[in-house]
C-alpha cells in the first residue's frame, strides 16, 4: 500500500522460521530522493520500545539545508545487537547507497561498529 501512494517507498518485513515478526524496514521515496541534496552525513541510533509491543526503533536521520533534522528511514527490530544493525544498515545502504563521501555517526556502540565495518 505504501509503495503505491508514494512511489519509490522500499517496506521490508523479515520473519524467523515459524514466521514470526524479526525485523521491519521502512524509508519513504520521497526521503530516498531528497537525499540526493543532502550532507552525506547520516546519524543512526537505536532506542528501546515499551507497553505492550516490546523491541528497538532504529533511526537514519540526515540533516537538511537548514540544519534541520531530515529523517530517511526507520526499523523496528527484536534488540539492538549486531545482527539487527547489520540487517538494518544492509537495507539502508540499499536506498541510499555508499560513497566516500557518506560519514555515518552513532553513539559507538560495539554492535554498531562490527555491523558498519561489515557492511561500509
Do not use: H
Not at 523491541?55 to 529523517?71: E, F, I, K, R, S
Not at 527484536?78 to 545482527?83: I, K, M, R
Request: include cysteine.
Amino acid at each position: 500500500m505504501l509503495e503505491k501512494l508514494n512511489p519509490g517507498t522500499v517496506t521490508r518485513i523479515e520473519v524467523d522460521g515459524e514466521s514470526r515478526f524479526k525485523y521491519l524496514f521502512l524509508a519513504f521515496g520521497v526521503a530516498i530522493r531528497g537525499f540526493r541534496y543532502m550532507r552525506k552525513v547520516v546519524g543512526i541510533d537505536g532506542t528501546f520500545l515499551k507497553g505492550q509491543y516490546w523491541g528497538v526503533l532504529l533511526v537514519a536521520t540526515a540533516q537538511d539545508g537548514n540544519g534541520q533534522c531530515y529523517p530517511l528511514a526507520w526499523g523496528i527490530v527484536d534488540s539492538e545487537n549486531e545482527d539487527a544493525w547489520t540487517w538494518f544498515l544492509t537495507q539502508l545502504k540499499e536506498v541510499i547507497g555508499d560513497t566516500d563521501e557518506l560519514a555515518l555517526i552513532s553513539d559507538r556502540a560495539p554492535s554498531i561498529k562490527k555491523a558498519i565495518s561489515t557492511i561500509f
